[in-house]
């Protein structure tokens, strides 16, 4: 089980909606008021495209029995949009432990805005210290000074912090700051057995003949699937391309023998991408989150 602590924004609310041939029943109000039709035609879109919370939740890859605290501000709007996301992440992801939780005293006031930050890590620390399972600070929605604080928080405590970059479309996870304010990485690794495969009998990725063009990332990611020593067989498969763009998410199938599977798409363009599985070692519930968490932080960070 793992924790994600999410600020939430008002993109719900005001996404222009420029590219969807079915634009939000809303667009252009002050509210969405009508909750039945939101969900409705949340349902019908693509999840990457409804907000930016539903965006992060989706490429996190979480399990039903995640926790998820989604932090709003203290705003009509804020809470308005964290109440719809609720209900969506329950009824359509199936999501059994989703919690609001309204950060004191954030508004859009900014001659408040230094002392209600100061209770909004306050929070967050507090957040941390109850949470189950490992936490993951996601930072996408909101307005920066919550993004700021995060990564603050995050850096203090030593917990990831993840956002989606708004033009590559990806999950990145901040840097942590050494004591000596060095950039350093500090990366949940999975308490999976190592693998006895020969490591250089590990990637069996073919070439273009299989109808995909390596984008210019892929070495690395080749060398970061070599490094993880539980990390038994890659190969393509096109049923990973339903994983996030340049992400990772797990496989609808396991190994004959019962080992957990992944996928990762790497994507620099429609003619350059790349979709992989990545049989591990693992068999258990906590092999599956622990290696699902190192691998997005690894390629988070890489990307």
Request: hydrophobic share 40%; with cysteine.
């Amino acid at each position: 089980m793992q924790t994600i602590i999410m600020t939430v924004g008002t993109s719900l609310l005001t996404n222009p909606d420029r590219d969807l041939a079915v634009k939000r029943p809303w667009l252009g109000e002050k509210n969405i008021s009508d909750r039945t039709l939101a969900l409705e035609w949340m349902s019908k879109i693509d999840i990457e495209l409804i907000s930016a919370e539903t965006n992060t939740l989706w490429r996190l890859d979480v399990s039903a029995d995640d926790e998820i605290i989604l932090l709003h501000s203290d705003t009509p709007s804020g809470l308005e949009c964290a109440e719809v996301l609720q209900a969506f992440f329950e009824e359509n992801l199936s999501q059994k432990n989703v919690k609001l939780r309204q950060i004191p005293g954030i508004n859009y006031d900014l001659d408040e805005s230094g002392s209600t930050l100061d209770r909004m890590a306050l929070l967050l620390k507090e957040l941390i210290a109850q949470a189950k399972g490992n936490v993951t600070l996601a930072a996408t929605g909101g307005f920066k000074a919550q993004s700021m604080i995060m990564a603050l928080v995050g850096n203090v405590c030593e917990v990831p912090v993840c956002y989606v970059h708004e033009q590559y479309k990806t999950l990145i996870y901040l840097p942590f700051l050494s004591k000596t304010a060095q950039p350093t990485s500090v990366i949940r690794q999975a308490n999976l057995p190592e693998s006895g495969v020969q490591r250089s009998k590990v990637i069996n990725v073919q070439d273009d003949s299989q109808g995909h063009h390596r984008p210019k990332v892929w070495k690395k990611v080749e060398k970061m699937l070599l490094d993880i020593p539980w990390v038994d067989y890659v190969r393509f498969d096109k049923n990973a391309f339903n994983a996030p763009k340049n992400g990772v998410k797990s496989a609808t199938r396991q190994t004959p023998d019962g080992r957990h599977v992944f996928w990762i798409q790497l994507h620099e363009s429609d003619e350059k991408r790349i979709a992989v599985s990545v049989e591990t070692t693992g068999h258990t519930p906590e092999h599956q989150q622990q290696a699902a968490e190192e691998l997005r932080e690894r390629l988070g960070r890489l990307l």
